[in-house]
């Protein structure tokens, strides 16, 4: 009988914040729209873009 740790989540996909590059893993609350996840955290999404224009 093999037994796995449930909080194991080495293999759910992840991606970096475009904000602060911090690498996020995928959550359920992102599962409908985890293409369109591009910020860690809230302060990331509302802080000024990084890139100079």
């Known amino acids: 009988m093999t037994t796995t ?7 759910l996909p992840s991606k970096l914040c475009q904000q ?11 599962a409908n729209n985890w293409e369109q996840v591009k910020y860690c955290s809230e302060r ?3 802080a000024p873009s990084k890139g100079t224009s």
């Open 5 to 11: 740790f449930k909080g194991n989540k080495s293999h």
């Open 20 to 30: 602060c590059g911090k690498a996020m893993t995928w959550r359920k609350a992102w």
């Open 44 to 46: 990331c999404r509302r």
